[in-house]
């Protein structure tokens, strides 16, 4: 039989781990429990990055290097409310949305031949090999030869940008399927088009996210490179010309907005967009923590 005392004991003992992790529990004030939260320490790094950029270019007093963040806010709000700035980046986001989508349906198609037929991935496999370490940027001369000075060389270049980087990410993806689930699929009767949407796309969704991303992310850059050596299309250049332009005029606090204007853009499709896209279908499905 069990002595009293050494259940009492064990009482005791259990009771003081409660009150052990109890303790630690409370230790976790508000502050702890406020930088738990991803987005609050993103904006505690954002502000600390502004007041070391105010305090520089204040220490260094040369507008014409490197101006100030007030100032540069100033020059940004300023252009928004003459209507510039909208306009420029609403002639960017046109041209690289068409972009963007071309890019991604050609992969799309591109890697549904490549996980149907030998042939399919053999042509992937050595037009990736071929295109993909080519930047995209280098065939903006042959662009303007082929398409003219216009949206369509933009269009195609950025068309470049994507398309390998998805499809590369995709097939990736779907190659790294288990076989269980493809043996799922082979039960259901499942064939074709909708064996992938049904069993490949749902158990690849990380990897082509991370190549839409990915993706987004070379057309982004590569975008405003090319406004940069060109961008007017029918009289209206975008980000990229506001930019250049500016630097030409030398007004460097115009030329810092249009840069503060790309970041913005690009932090909010990237927290935004893709992160409420991870949120809905990755974490959604337990596939990531």
Same mark, same amino acid.
């Given at each position: 039989?069990?002595?009293?005392?050494?259940?009492?004991?064990?009482?005791?003992?259990?009771?003081?781990?409660?009150?052990?992790?109890?303790?630690?529990?409370?230790?976790?004030?508000?502050?702890?429990?406020?930088?738990?939260?991803?987005?609050?320490?993103?904006?505690?790094?954002?502000?600390?990055?502004?007041?070391?950029?105010?305090?520089?270019?204040?220490?260094?007093?040369?507008?014409?290097?490197?101006?100030?963040?007030?100032? /540069? %806010?100033?020059? @940004?709000?300023?252009?928004? *409310?003459? =209507? $510039?700035?909208?306009?420029? +980046?609403? &002639? /960017? %986001?046109?041209? @690289?949305?068409?972009?963007? *989508?071309? =890019? $991604?349906?050609?992969?799309? +198609?591109? &890697?549904? %031949?490549?996980?149907?037929?030998?042939?399919?991935?053999?042509?992937?496999?050595?037009?990736?090999?071929?295109?993909?370490?080519?930047?995209?940027?280098?065939?903006?001369?042959?662009?303007?030869?082929?398409?003219?000075?216009?949206?369509?060389?933009?269009?195609?270049?950025?068309?470049?940008?994507?398309?390998?980087?998805?499809?590369?990410?995709?097939?990736?993806?779907?190659?790294?399927?288990?076989?269980?689930?493809?043996?799922?699929?082979?039960?259901?009767?499942?064939?074709?088009?909708?064996?992938?949407?049904?069993?490949?796309?749902?158990?690849?969704?990380?990897?082509?996210?991370?190549?839409?991303?990915?993706?987004?992310?070379?057309?982004?850059?590569?975008?405003?490179?090319?406004?940069?050596?060109?961008?007017?299309?029918?009289?209206?250049?975008?980000?990229?010309?506001?930019?250049?332009?500016?630097?030409?005029?030398?007004?460097?606090?115009?030329?810092?907005?249009?840069?503060?204007?790309?970041?913005?853009?690009?932090?909010?499709?990237?927290?935004?967009?893709?992160?409420?896209?991870?949120?809905?279908?990755?974490?959604?499905?337990?596939?990531?923590?």
């Amino acid at each position: 039989m069990t002595s009293p005392q050494i259940i009492l004991a064990a009482d005791v003992t259990t009771n003081r781990q409660h009150a052990n992790v109890a303790e630690v529990e409370q230790r976790l004030g508000s502050l702890e429990l406020i930088l738990g939260i991803s987005a609050v320490r993103k904006t505690v790094l954002i502000i600390v990055l502004a007041v070391i950029w105010q305090v520089y270019a204040s220490y260094l007093d040369n507008p014409l290097l490197f101006p100030t963040l007030s100032d /540069t %806010l100033t020059t @940004l709000y300023d252009r928004f *409310v003459d =209507g $510039t700035l909208p306009s420029r +980046i609403w &002639t /960017t %986001l046109q041209v @690289l949305i068409t972009g963007y *989508v071309a =890019g $991604t349906v050609l992969a799309a +198609i591109l &890697t549904i %031949l490549a996980i149907n037929t030998r042939i399919g991935t053999d042509f992937l496999e050595t037009m990736t090999a071929m295109f993909n370490p080519l930047p995209a940027i280098s065939l903006l001369p042959l662009a303007l030869i082929w398409f003219g000075l216009g949206a369509s060389s933009l269009v195609f270049v950025l068309i470049h940008s994507v398309l390998w980087a998805v499809a590369l990410n995709t097939h990736a993806g779907f190659l790294g399927v288990s076989r269980t689930l493809r043996m799922v699929g082979g039960n259901y009767g499942l064939t074709g088009l909708s064996y992938v949407m049904r069993i490949l796309v749902p158990a690849a969704f990380p990897s082509i996210l991370t190549g839409l991303k990915i993706g987004w992310a070379f057309a982004w850059r590569t975008l405003i490179a090319a406004e940069l050596v060109f961008g007017v299309s029918s009289g209206q250049g975008g980000l990229g010309w506001f930019i250049f332009e500016n630097r030409n005029l030398l007004d460097i606090p115009a030329v810092f907005a249009g840069l503060l204007t790309v970041i913005i853009i690009g932090l909010i499709v990237e927290n935004l967009v893709f992160q409420t896209i991870e949120r809905h279908t990755i974490q959604k499905w337990g596939m990531k923590e």
